[in-house]
């Protein structure tokens, strides 16, 4: 846990000239007496492409800190010029302003700013030389990038845990080559065992939905009932591409019943041995629809 913990800051003079200097009210809390002191910076970026051109535009030592809420008023004074490339004097950088505690940063506010001429001439038409007198900064006040950093305080206890750990035992651990790569060779194997077992699932899935006992059996549509059977027989009959003997057989289980009848001595008709096994309720089945081989 952090210490000091910064709060809020405000940029007092913006937007402003060029030449004016940077104030901000920063108001920060600690939660501990400080054996030393804060140190405030404020960078100047002065090139986006390399970091020779940054300007440490002033420090500052706060101290002795008291416990509880503080603030203060910090000012630095604005870039020199010599310093910045003349073809990036205009267009937007970046100033930085950190703190740091026995050397050690632990915060980092980001503000971009943007240089340019007060009038819209200029801005339309820049002149190859930058005219100072007119030009003019803008902060970004509103959208600031803040970073926080652990960071050892007074105290061993405070100081944050090392990352990465400190490994000793594995400088010592021999390399072994044959071992390289073990893990990845058998997690592939492990897949592709996975992949031929559901593809065995898969297969007895569907050899079982052909011995499904609502499906056909012996050549002929099991029947639960005379409408039932004609509408089933008729469905199976447009979806079958089979041979002209299974045609057959389909027609000849599609008449109306005179074949699975037989007559009594008194003249009833009486249903044949097969045809009352046909018309028993069938129970649940696994499968609402007819697979069809």
Same mark, same amino acid.
């Given at each position: 846990? $952090?210490?000091? $913990?910064? &709060?809020?800051?405000?940029?007092?003079?913006?937007?402003?000239?060029?030449?004016?200097?940077?104030? !901000?009210?920063?108001?920060?809390?600690?939660?501990?007496? &400080?054996?030393?002191?804060?140190?405030?910076?404020?960078?100047?970026?002065?090139?986006?492409?390399?970091?020779?051109?940054?300007?440490?535009?002033?420090?500052?030592?706060?101290?002795?800190?008291?416990?509880?809420?503080?603030?203060?008023? !910090? #000012?630095?004074?604005?870039?020199?010029?010599?310093?910045?490339?003349?073809?990036?004097?205009?267009?937007?950088?970046?100033?930085? &302003?950190?703190?740091?505690?026995?050397?050690?940063? !632990?915060?980092?506010?980001?503000?971009?700013?943007?240089?340019?001429?007060?009038?819209?001439?200029?801005?339309?038409?820049?002149? +190859?030389?930058p005219i100072m007198e007119h030009v003019r900064r803008?902060?970004? +006040?509103?959208?600031?990038?803040?970073?926080? !950093?652990?960071?050892?305080?007074?105290?061993?206890?405070?100081?944050?845990?090392?990352?990465?750990?400190?490994?000793?035992?594995?400088?010592?651990?021999?390399?072994?080559?044959?071992?390289?790569?073990?893990?990845?060779?058998?997690?592939?194997?492990?897949?592709?065992?996975?992949? +031929?077992?559901?593809?065995?699932?898969?297969?007895?899935? *569907?050899?079982?939905?052909a011995d499904d006992p609502a499906g056909p059996s012996?050549?002929?549509?099991?029947?639960?009932?005379?409408?039932?059977?004609?509408?089933?027989?008729?469905?199976?009959?447009?979806?079958? $591409?089979?041979?002209?003997?299974?045609?057959? *057989? *389909?027609?000849?289980? #599609?008449?109306?019943?005179?074949?699975?009848?037989?007559?009594? *001595?008194?003249?009833?008709?009486?249903?044949?041995?097969?045809?009352?096994?046909? #018309?028993?309720?069938?129970?649940?089945?696994?499968?609402?629809?007819?697979?069809?081989?």
């Amino acid at each position: 846990m $952090s210490v000091v $913990s910064l &709060l809020g800051v405000k940029v007092l003079n913006n937007p402003a000239k060029f030449s004016d200097p940077y104030e !901000f009210e920063i108001t920060f809390e600690c939660l501990e007496q &400080l054996q030393k002191d804060l140190e405030w910076k404020l960078t100047y970026v002065g090139s986006a492409t390399s970091s020779e051109h940054d300007q440490e535009l002033d420090s500052l030592l706060v101290g002795p800190i008291p416990v509880g809420v503080n603030k203060f008023i !910090f #000012e630095a004074d604005a870039p020199d010029l010599k310093r910045i490339p003349t073809s990036e004097i205009l267009g937007v950088t970046v100033i930085l &302003l950190t703190c740091s505690y026995d050397g050690r940063e !632990f915060v980092r506010v980001g503000y971009y700013v943007n240089n340019e001429y007060d009038t819209d001439e200029l801005n339309a038409e820049p002149p +190859a030389k930058p005219i100072m007198e007119h030009v003019r900064r803008n902060v970004l +006040a509103e959208k600031p990038r803040v970073t926080r !950093f652990a960071i050892k305080w007074d105290t061993d206890d405070s100081a944050p845990a090392e990352y990465p750990p400190e490994q000793p035992e594995a400088d010592i651990v021999e390399d072994d080559g044959a071992a390289y790569g073990a893990e990845e060779v058998e997690l592939e194997e492990a897949l592709l065992k996975e992949e +031929a077992e559901l593809k065995a699932e898969a297969e007895d899935e *569907e050899m079982a939905g052909a011995d499904d006992p609502a499906g056909p059996s012996n050549g002929e549509p099991a029947k639960a009932g005379d409408d039932d059977s004609d509408a089933g027989s008729e469905d199976l009959e447009a979806e079958s $591409s089979g041979s002209d003997d299974e045609e057959i *057989e *389909e027609e000849e289980g #599609e008449g109306d019943g005179d074949e699975d009848m037989e007559m009594t *001595e008194d003249g009833e008709h009486k249903p044949s041995e097969s045809a009352a096994q046909k #018309e028993q309720p069938l129970g649940p089945q696994p499968h609402g629809e007819v697979m069809v081989h």
